[in-house]
């Protein structure tokens, strides 16, 4: 019923227990045990982790790896080096020397990424103590 000032709307019994009736009601929550414990590190069928010995600074770390393979980082100083020397004698105006340093520097670039290649498939083939 409405009338100038409010609406009042007429509600019958029957369609408070219609309404009560079809409301769904909210699953119980699992009773069971949780499938996983997320304080515990996650366990892992055939899986198992090769604690570390120690932990090794940046410069033994840098020691190792130069020694594994000494290759990379003697292609690293010599693209740095031909990128620095190509640079400055662009700066220079020498477009001759420019241009072979440039050249040097695309060598040294390949020659590093060679190297890492290498080192990888050493690694990989060589045995695991």
């Known amino acids: 019923m409405c009338n100038r000032k ?9 369609m408070v227990a219609a309404s009560t009736q079809a409301a769904p009601q909210s699953p119980a929550p699992p009773s069971g045990p949780m499938p996983f414990d997320l304080s515990q590190p996650p366990v892992i069928e055939g899986f198992f982790p090769s604690p570390k010995s120690k ?40 477009t001759r020397q420019s241009q072979l340093l440039m050249r040097g520097r695309i060598f ?19 045995p695991k103590p």
């Open 55 to 94: 932990d090794e600074t940046f410069k033994e770390k840098f020691i190792r790896k130069t020694k594994e393979n000494p290759f990379v980082p003697i292609g690293c100083l010599g693209t740095a080096g031909a990128l620095m020397y190509g640079l400055r004698a662009f700066h220079q105006g020498k």
């Open 108 to 126: 040294a670039q390949g020659f590093t990424v060679v190297a890492i290649i290498v080192g990888v498939f050493a690694t990989a083939v060589k």
């Open 6 to 14: 409010r609406c009042v709307k007429v509600v019958d019994a029957s």
